[in-house]
């Protein structure tokens, strides 16, 4: 009995590489699954499932793909120009990519590291901004996020909204910033008591709440210094 090779339509939707990527994000995706969306088809005989996985198969991994001629790629059965041409362009972007020279991040060290970094850009907001500073293990700044704008609130300004973006950039801590429209840094019970929930909230998952800071105009309070951390 001829048994008929599984498509990419016998697939689950939910379950086809397009679907996953877009619900779970690429990391979720095998090297088999990124080539099968970049070559986008497969054959009369194949899936696109099955042509990645012989693509793969013939260079012996990826280490050898990176280096494959468009030639070389046309060699295998299924590759024609357009799929050859698609995957080369994805490699050399991939290439780019790595060779692209990874720009000065900002180191901080202490709260006038972060008061230098962030007072000309907030001292002048005519509202609340709640920021956060996402650093790496050497305390360079790997990413920046306004979580809320209004005045601040321990139940607005959320843990989750604000250990999402931690996990999304791979922090290993955080620093908390908001302003004080009026020029006066001092801290409000509610500043203090969002501070600690957060804090609360870091050391359950392993990402260190390291200051809250209070912009006012050319001053500014680190609630740390102050004994709220």
């Known amino acids: ?10 697939v689950p939707k939910s379950e086809r590489p397009r679907e996953r990527l877009v619900r779970d ?3 979720a995706l095998s090297n088999q699954d990124l080539i099968a969306l970049l070559l986008g088809s497969g054959t009369k005989s194949e899936s696109v499932i099955q042509l990645s996985a012989r693509v793969i198969q013939h260079f012996d991994g990826l280490k050898l793909l990176k280096e494959a001629s468009i030639k070389e790629l046309m060699d295998i059965r299924g590759i024609g120009e357009a799929k050859a041409v698609q995957l080369k362009a994805a ?3 991939g290439r780019r990519i790595h060779q692209y020279p990874a720009e000065d991040r900002y180191v901080i060290r202490s709260p006038e590291d972060v008061s230098n970094y962030m007072m000309e850009e907030m001292r002048h907001l005519q509202q609340e901004h709640f920021i956060c500073l996402y650093l790496n293990t050497k305390n360079q700044v790997i990413h920046k996020q306004t979580i809320f704008i209004g005045s601040l609130n321990a139940s607005i300004v959320h843990p989750r909204e604000v250990f999402k973006e931690a996990f999304r950039y791979s922090a290993a801590s955080i620093i908390c910033l908001h302003n004080h429209p009026s020029g006066d ?11 600690k929930r957060l804090i609360e909230s ?3 998952i392993g ?4 200051d809250h800071i209070i912009i006012g105009d050319h001053r500014f309070i680190s609630l740390k210094e102050k004994g709220h951390l």
């Open 185 to 195: 840094p001092s801290p409000s019970k509610e500043d203090i008591d969002v501070t």
């Open 25 to 27: 994000g690429p990391q």
């Open 1 to 10: 009995m001829l048994t008929m090779p599984m498509m990419i339509r016998d």
């Open 207 to 210: 990402i260190e709440v390291l």
């Open 91 to 93: 490699l050399e972007l």
């Open 202 to 204: 870091g050391r359950m």
